[in-house]
């Protein structure tokens, strides 16, 4: 099920069978199904909508909300793998009671399941199928920063496809590793990262760095050091932990690792020696820095 999320005026919730009634009267009003293949204010095709949500089986973080105001349910959402996209990709729905609109209360809805999807779960993106004529939609999307980024047939009709990408405020700029030994660190670092899709972004006598996305990696052999290695379990950085797409990414880098300055850790428990549900590699270098390579488990997180 999925979990309650509140905002300043309002509490999104699992949809249950229980619902039934309320949503039955949230779509009441022709006018809402304007936009959509079935006409939602027929109890009949409302109870079948009801039901296919009710039978949801997609990942449980992901799924559907009523929306309450006061303990009243006023509309419906949702946050699932899309079926009209490809890719396993995430999209969002959202439907408020025409009594209600006009007050900024869808756009308070979307933006709490934005922020859920976005930054609470990762996704790497959240979608919304529109009519181009559904203007109050196209309007809210606008409004809470989606892209318009073409059209296709979905839904049995022409719809606008808006993404919404994370943005990188608060996210990480840089982590910078103070290094005894550059050419190790290089020769460690270097390849692993460079494995992952880091590609060399700064080099200077003292340093080199390697960027994936907005993030960059320097490791620096400073003149300022005071110390010859890295002693994990002193106060500070105990290790660095990567995703890696698959398992057997994380077996084939675990595999080769040794080759280029790395030796396991905790490789009796491997691959779950950080739990049942957790598939890593921990590897560590010549001069004591810890990596966890961590297999991204397959579900929201993936983009195909
Ligand atoms: C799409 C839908 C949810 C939008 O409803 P809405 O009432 O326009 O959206 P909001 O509750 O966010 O209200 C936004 C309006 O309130 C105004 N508003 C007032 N206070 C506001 C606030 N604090 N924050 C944002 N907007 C505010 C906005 O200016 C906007 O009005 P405008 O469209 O005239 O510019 C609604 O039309 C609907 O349920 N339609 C049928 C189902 C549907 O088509 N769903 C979308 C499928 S893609």
Not at 76 to 105: C, K, M, Q, T
Not at 225 to 245: F, K, Q, Y
Not at 275 to 302: I, M, R
Request: charged share 25%.
């Amino acid at each position: 099920m999925v979990p309650v999320l509140t905002t300043e005026r309002l509490t999104l919730r699992g949809l249950t069978r229980d619902d039934t009634d309320a949503v039955l009267r949230v779509f009441a009003d022709p006018e809402m199904s304007r936009f959509f293949e079935a006409d939602l204010s027929d109890p009949v095709q409302c109870r079948r909508m009801i039901e296919r949500r009710l039978a949801y089986d997609g990942p449980p973080e992901l799924g559907h909300w009523v929306i309450e105001r006061d303990g009243e349910v006023i509309g419906l959402a949702h946050l699932r793998p899309s079926w009209e996209l490809p890719g396993n990709v995430v999209e969002i729905g959202y439907f408020l009671e025409p009594a209600h609109g006009g007050s900024g209360l869808a756009t308070e809805a979307a933006a709490r399941l934005l922020d859920y999807g976005l930054a609470e779960l990762g996704v790497p993106a959240v979608w919304a199928l529109i009519r181009e004529s559904n203007v109050s939609s196209v309007k809210l999307a606008q409004r809470l920063g989606f892209l318009d980024v073409g059209s296709g047939m979905h839904y049995g009709a022409e719809h606008r496809v808006h993404v919404k990408l994370p943005d990188l405020h608060g996210r990480t700029h840089h982590i910078e590793l103070w290094v005894p030994d550059l050419a190790e660190a290089e020769a460690s670092f270097g390849w692993l990262l460079g494995e992952l899709g880091w590609r060399e972004f700064q080099r200077w006598p003292d340093g080199v760095s390697w960027k994936l996305g907005a993030t960059y990696l320097v490791v620096e052999q400073s003149p300022a050091l005071t110390a010859r290695e890295h002693r994990r379990r002193d106060p500070g950085l105990n290790h660095l932990a990567l995703h890696v797409s698959t398992r057997q990414q994380v077996d084939q880098l675990a595999d080769q690792a040794g080759a280029h300055g790395w030796k396991p850790l905790f490789a009796d428990r491997y691959p779950h020696a950080g739990g049942d549900q957790h598939y890593a590699a921990y590897l560590e270098n010549a001069h004591g820095f810890e990596v966890e390579l961590v297999a991204t488990p397959p579900g929201v997180h993936s983009n195909g």
